[in-house]
């Protein structure tokens, strides 16, 4: 009986530990705000957004992270934090695209500041050719991708080895997922990871076992070859070497690697080096490995990250028009946003019609330029959609000048008008009489 008892305490005391645990759990962030971008604007990146945390006594965290997680330019991208906001202080890394809200008096910021603040960040881009963006928000400062859902980080560690980098990796979590050297087997994880990670770091690949055969060694990939060969080999699905890598050089390169963004090539791309990297040259020794979070057997789903995107405005077809001279033209335009604007020149001038279609009645050929346009934006790139008038051979009797009744020459090609260039009206048979008489304009509607 008395060993029942302990049995049973004991149980008490085990399901008390794990709900305790079990109580502080990560908060989940939402968000909304899928828009076309206005280039050259600040516009705001959320139309909707919210941070719940499932315990009532967390108000607080520690700090909150917006980076542009996909198409980032630099020097011509920023995100900014704009109104009164006097306990949020707003940090821009351009380096890795990323904004930092934090609470201005240090500490930990209110989660409904915070809430206040995301709300008033905008983007803004200098370029009137803009490309499409993706913006990731989340309550940990580990880059988030939302096209895989994924979570990565440089740890800054000096003259580590390969080896060491990835047992360090592995014994890393993030929110209860598991780390690992980063695998990245698509463009957007090799810029995330690349351009806006910082420092030569290690990555998953190694050509150890067998040669020129690059695969992956970590994480859900490993086993799997994403390069054959050296500089002038293939991959099978993806790869970012830079130019004249992997080289093999001293025959003693078996492990890749970010490059140092002092090296010349492509920013975020992938150089191989030995595992020991002391005795390389600074700009090839190893200062650090970059971590990725996700996809790996075990992890549980988490929700402290959400993503909104701006796409750019865009023409997407144009239909031209042929008519006939002072006639109607039928010209036409799509695009991705609610109104489509008609200019009379590619950059300034006049706008003439705002729609689908336009029917300008024309006596010329003439290039008219369209705008895709939301919410009253006027900047943008202008598609030209050209209406071709056709030119008819028309008859040029003599010109004459009399007082008197005439008969006017039949024409093999064109009509008679009262008025020049088709004006006024048709004379639709030859041998209308024209009364020449002072005043010289009259014309008898007879045959």
Known sequence: MKSGITYVLFVVVFLNTLTSFGQNTPPTVTAVGDQIYCPQSQQPIVTS?????????????????????????????????????????????????KLTLTNSGGGPALITDIISAVYDVVFSSTSVNVSAKTFSLTVGSANYLSSNGHYYEFVPANLITWTAAKAAAESRTYFGLQGYLATLTAADEAQIAGELTPGTGWIGGTDEVTEGVWKWATGPEAGITFWNG?????????????PSEPNNFNNNEDYAHIKDDSVSGIDGSWNDLPNNTSGQPSQYQAKGYVVEYGGMPGDLPINISASTTFSPPKIL????????????????????????LWYDSQNGGTLLHTGNTYNPILTNTTTFWVLASE??????????????VISVAVDTPADLSACDSYILPALTNGNYFTATKGGGTAILCWTDHINLQPPCMSMPNRP
């Open 317 to 340: 077809s144009t239909t031209p028009s042929s008519s006939c001279y002072n006639t109607a033209a039928t010209l036409s335009a799509t695009s991705n946003t609610t109104a489509i």
């Open 375 to 388: 919410n009253g934006c006027t900047t943008g790139t202008r598609t030209p959609v050209t209406a071709t």
């Open 230 to 242: 050296v500089a002038n080999g293939s991959t099978p699905n993806y790869a970012n070497w830079n």
């Open 49 to 97: 957004f919210d941070i719940t945390d499932p315990d009532p006594g967390d108000t607080t965290v520690d700090a909150f992270y917006i980076q542009i997680s996909t198409g980032y330019i630099f020097g011509e991208d920023e995100l900014l934090l704009t109104g009164s906001h006097p306990t949020i202080n707003a940090s821009w890394n351009s380096n890795e695209a």
